[in-house]
């Protein structure tokens, strides 16, 4: 038995989930894989792998195993991949995490050209609105939005974003278009909320920006939601521009109040700062980085 690569093979069956699977991404038989997951156990005089008919449990020592072991194959890999013939062909599981909506409209119509490119690479995209712990929750990149406040990351950045106040048609043709800031007031507001904090909107005025606490009947934690709550007409929201790009483009929905606009936000891709990056995650960040780049 190759240690590493029983190792290496264990590391895979965590993330890919099926012994068939990893037996498809390493080009050899389910049979070979699970016989070197076994031989990996005996030397180790520990279980890490229950064996069902149905899925593979992976047991409590199997886990800590895993989380020691990640760091170790991804280190080897990214210094073989450096070198070796793996820079031309990266493979494995790249672990990103993003924001629901973003994710849905921003990376994933962005993956066929990727995997066509890469076809050994498999993506996972993990979607949450809040700040996971790139290290803790063993997650390669994140795509953040806004200001960066932890210097333990690496970032590269994807674009620029502003944030625009929006409606539809038919919610303007029924209530009319807000001239001034003050206008906003008598207009139903769809509010980005968390428990019953509503988040204020950054708006400009002249030089100087300025929060206003937005009012309305409909509070949401979830871009998606106020995405839906403009498109049915229920009322105005702030959102970044790429939330409702296509419907802009296409007259669905309006920009108001364009002169009140904030300054631009970064979004960055950030990634644990001091290790090496392999090739596969490297390779991920410079597509993403070259496909926003593009109009």
Not at 39 to 52: D, I, S
Request: net charge positive; proline share 6%.
């Amino acid at each position: 038995m190759d240690r590493l690569d029983a190792i290496r093979l264990f590391v895979r069956l965590v993330e890919r989930g099926s012994f068939s699977a990893v037996g498809r991404e390493e080009g050899i038989g389910q049979p070979a894989v699970s016989k070197q997951i076994a031989a990996l156990e005996r030397h180790l005089g520990a279980q890490l792998v229950l064996r069902t008919s149905r899925k593979v449990v992976i047991t409590k020592a199997g886990q800590a195993f895993y989380e020691s072991a990640r760091p170790l194959i991804e280190d080897f890999d990214a210094l073989e991949s450096s070198v070796g013939a793996r820079q031309l062909s990266p493979r494995g599981l790249v672990r990103v995490s993003t924001a629901p909506a973003h994710g849905r409209l921003c990376i994933t119509p962005l993956l066929p050209e990727f995997f066509r490119r890469y076809p050994d690479v498999a993506v996972e995209l993990s979607v949450s609105e809040r700040q996971v712990d790139l290290v803790g929750e063993g997650i390669d990149l994140a795509v953040r939005h806004g200001t960066l406040a932890d210097s333990s990351l690496t970032a590269r950045k994807l674009a620029e974003t502003t944030f625009v106040l929006v409606a539809s048609p038919g919610y303007i043709a029924a209530n009319g278009v807000p001239a001034r800031l003050a206008d906003l007031d008598s207009h139903a507001c769809i509010v980005f909320a968390r428990g019953r904090e509503r988040y204020p909107w950054s708006l400009r005025t002249g030089q100087d920006t300025v929060s206003y606490v937005p009012h309305g009947s409909l509070l949401t934690g979830d871009a998606e939601h106020i995405r839906a709550a403009v498109l049915s007409g229920l009322g105005i929201s702030q959102a970044p521009y790429w939330l409702f790009a296509e419907e802009i483009r296409s007259g669905a929905v309006r920009v108001l109040l364009p002169d009140l606009q904030p300054e631009p936000l970064a979004i960055n891709l950030v990634y644990p700062a001091g290790r090496r990056v392999p090739m596969r995650v490297r390779v991920f960040i410079d597509y993403l980085v070259a496909a926003f780049s593009r109009p």
